[in-house]
Nanobody, 117 residues
Framework: QVQLVESGGGLVQAGGSLRLSCVVSGSIFSIIAMDWYRRAPGKQRELVAGISRSGSPSYADSVKGRFTISRDNAKNTAYLYLQMNSLKPEETAVYYC?????????WGKGTQVTVYS
């Protein structure tokens, strides 16, 4: 079992920045990949960025060059981050942290990001 708790969302003006954090606890040794997703109002959930166990990042085309995903590991806890720069109003969404193990996929409850123009 893996537990995830996101934080760092908020209200930001277009062009501004936010840094999301996700604290991951439980069986972190079993995690294969960690990702950030978002769901905008009236839209389907989309993958924003991911990072593999080896640390290789990947990004949706729409956020390349503006968002940076990173991770840190402690003894029994992992931390996933998403630095978001030059935010746009259309990126208003609930952002979710996701972890994939060999057996399952785990989700946090999400953190709201609102970008106003």
């Amino acid at each position: 079992q893996v537990q995830l708790v996101e934080s760092g969302g908020g209200l930001v003006q277009a062009g501004g920045s936010l840094r999301l954090s996700c604290v991951v606890s439980g069986s972190i040794f079993s995690i294969i990949a960690m990702d950030w997703y978002r769901r905008a109002p009236g839209k389907q959930r989309e993958l924003v960025a991911g990072i593999s166990r080896s640390g290789s990042p990947s990004y949706a085309d729409s956020v390349k060059g503006r968002f940076t995903i990173s991770r840190d590991n402690a003894k029994n806890t992992a931390y996933l981050y998403l630095q978001m720069n030059s935010l746009k109003p259309e990126e208003t969404a609930v952002y979710y942290c996701n972890c994939v193990t060999g057996l399952s996929s785990y989700w946090g409850k999400g953190t709201q990001v609102t970008v106003y123009s």
